[in-house]
């Protein structure tokens, strides 16, 4: 079964404004990332956050974690044209490799 | 060049057939991955090698078989294509196994079975 359920499925903004993606899962986790998908193409690793940290930064990235919530959030500042994609958020449980996808959201910013 | 390298591109063949996706990294990674992205874009992991040895093998019919010739390609066969396996299958590679290693993923194989 999945393990993540991100929210929302669809979200369109204005370029310039922020983007929100949300993502819950359902087990302990060793780590958590954030991968993006352009139309057509593979995935691209954005960010990775361990279990034991709250908050990461990468660029115009802002990744939390809670994990007494069993969520994450994606935030895109000041958002592009060229951001336009797919987001997903991926879990690894223990020690594995084995990455248990989320179901994307749809992020679409018009200029 | 390259990271992660996936041929064919595009696959259009008939229920019944046998057909090969190939898969080549270059990244020096220890461990590749298939997965299969569905019409509804969920992602699903398929195997996993690491250093030419299965180490995830998921619910997949035993049509489908992974094989690493060395730690820098995994093919994926599949035989008696059926219509359910149209999709959009993606390679990728990283550089360990254990958790806390990202993943780089190839363009994918659109799969389509008529």
């Known amino acids: 079964s999945q393990q993540g359920e991100e929210d929302p499925q669809a979200l369109s903004i204005q370029e310039g404004e922020n983007a929100t993606m949300n993502c819950s899962y359902k087990t302990s986790i060793n780590n958590l990332q954030w991968y993006r998908q352009n139309s057509g193409r593979g995935l691209v690793h954005l960010i990775l956050i361990r279990s034991n940290e709250r908050e990461k930064h990468s660029g115009r990235l802002r990744v939390t974690l809670d994990t007494s919530k069993k969520s994450s959030s994606l935030l895109i500042t000041a958002s592009r044209a060229a951001d336009t994609a797919s987001y997903f958020c991926a879990t690894a449980v223990g020690g594995g490799n084995k990455l248990t996808f989320g179901t994307g959201t749809q992020l679409k910013v018009e200029l | 060049d390259t990271a992660v390298s996936q041929t064919p591109k595009y696959l259009v063949t008939q229920m019944g057939n046998d057909k090969s996706i190939k898969c080549e990294q270059n990244?020096?990674?220890?461990?590749m991955y298939w997965y299969k992205q569905d019409s509804k874009k969920f992602l699903k992991i398929m195997f996993s090698?690491?250093?030419?040895?299965?180490?995830i093998n998921e619910t997949v019919p035993n049509r489908f078989s992974p094989k690493s010739p060395d730690k820098a390609h995994l093919n994926l066969h599949i035989n008696s294509l059926e219509l359910g396996d149209s999709a959009v299958y993606f390679c990728a590679s990283s550089q360990a196994t254990g958790g806390g290693y990202e993943q780089y993923f190839g363009p994918g194989t659109r799969l389509t079975v008529t």
């Open positions: 090698y690491n250093n030419k040895e299965l180490i």
């Open positions: 990244l020096g990674h220890d461990t």
